[in-house]
């Protein structure tokens, strides 16, 4: 039961390009979540999904896209890099609605020059 | 919109103290608040959670307290050891919500001095 994954663990960006980072959990959680963190400004959702093939925004959605093709998997899209996006990146996810812990995954460092 | 305040941002104490984190929310409806703690270079993760209809909860060292009225809640850690120094999280949630209503406090640095 490796729990929440998260690839890459690092990665480095031009201005301008494009990436995804992949979330994968195998708890059968219903509801992931996208979160970027930034220095004194703890945990700002990005995107959540509350099951397969749903999606919505949190609350700092712009330059973000995601997918929750499989129920397992959340995908977390830059289109077009931004150095505003250089940050940590962490996704979580929880069983339902009722149970509220949010189980983390070990984070993606993003750095976009 | 809903907001989380927590303080002190940073606290430092000396190893067998206690150290008291401090968290208001806005949304009177949440009924959920977690803590999390995040070790340096780590995942955050829950260390102890409490719900609206209880007023304190206690886990070996760690305790926490929340008082509804004020809306205010507060994380306990009793007879601090080194291991405790990390960044703690508090958050708050509305009843049914799931976490995507989760709003998280900026966050505490606690420093524990051997």
């Known amino acids: ?113 | 919109g809903e907001n989380v305040e927590q303080h002190p941002s940073t606290l430092s104490v000396q190893e067998g103290d206690s150290a008291v984190i401090k968290c208001t929310y806005s949304d009177s409806a949440s009924n959920y608040f977690p803590w999390y703690k995040q070790e340096l270079g780590k995942r955050p993760q829950l260390i102890i959670d409490i719900r609206s209809n209880v007023g304190e909860k206690k886990d070996q060292r760690i305790a926490v307290t929340l008082n509804k009225t004020a809306k205010h809640f507060s994380l306990h850690i009793t007879e601090t050891q080194p291991e405790d120094s990390a960044v703690y999280f508090c958050a708050a949630t509305p009843r049914n919500t799931g976490g995507f209503k989760t709003i998280f406090g900026a966050g505490t640095r606690l420093f524990v001095k051997a």
């Open chain 1, 1 to 113: 039961n490796a729990g929440v994954t998260q690839t890459p663990k690092f990665r480095v960006l031009k201005t301008g390009q494009s990436m995804t980072l992949l979330c994968a959990q195998d708890m059968n959680h219903e509801y992931m979540y996208w979160y970027r963190q930034d220095p004194g400004m703890g945990l700002r959702l990005i995107h959540y999904s509350v099951g397969e093939g749903t999606t919505a925004k949190g609350e700092v959605p712009d330059g973000y896209n995601v997918s929750r093709l499989k129920k397992q998997n959340f995908l977390l899209g830059l289109e077009s890099a931004a150095p505003s996006q250089t940050s940590v990146y962490f996704c979580a996810s929880s069983l339902d609605r009722v149970r509220e812990t949010q189980y983390f995954g070990p984070g993606t460092r993003l750095l976009v020059l």
